[in-house]
């Protein structure tokens, strides 16, 4: 397995996730506190488990890559991005923060799509089109979900 692909899985949910939290919790009446320990336990824990899954999956598939590699390389991938977004939630305020956090996650998916497109010499506009989409899917749907938390005054 190349390095890009061993990175790739932990980057895209890194990216996907913290925009995601970003967008969804920054509709909250929480404080920013809130929003960085979330995206901490993303980067931290949930990432752990993410590591410890696939090499679990790899190991159910008898596979003899090593998975230690692939583990470790999806983790330190993982929390290097999500350091990203926790840097930017440190840094900015809400609805600035949302956006920035929008922006640069887009930046890292179209980058990361556009190595994997082109390793693959396959159409670059429809893939980078198709991971954006499904990304803007996630997003909306945070957005959505914090609004309707918010209101409920929970």
Not at 31 to 36: F, G, Y
Not at 73 to 89: D, G, K, Q
């Amino acid at each position: 397995m190349n390095k890009l692909a061993n990175i790739s899985y932990g980057s895209t949910a890194a990216i996907v996730t913290s925009m995601a939290l970003i967008v969804g919790l920054g509709s909250l009446k929480n404080s920013r506190a809130s929003l960085i320990a979330a995206l901490l336990v993303i980067a931290i824990t949930d990432n752990i488990t993410d590591s410890f899954s696939i090499h679990i999956y790899q190991e159910s598939t008898s596979e003899t890559k090593s998975t230690k590699t692939i583990a470790i390389t999806n983790y330190v991938a993982r929390l290097i991005v999500a350091s990203s977004f926790i840097l930017i939630a440190i840094i900015l305020h809400s609805n600035l923060c949302k956006v920035i956090a929008v922006i640069w996650g887009m930046t890292l998916l179209i980058s990361l799509s556009y190595l994997i497109v082109r390793k693959r010499n396959t159409n670059v506009g429809r893939e980078i089109m198709s991971h954006i989409l499904l990304a803007l899917v996630v997003i909306v749907v945070s957005q959505l979900l914090g609004s309707l938390i918010n209101k409920a005054s929970f």
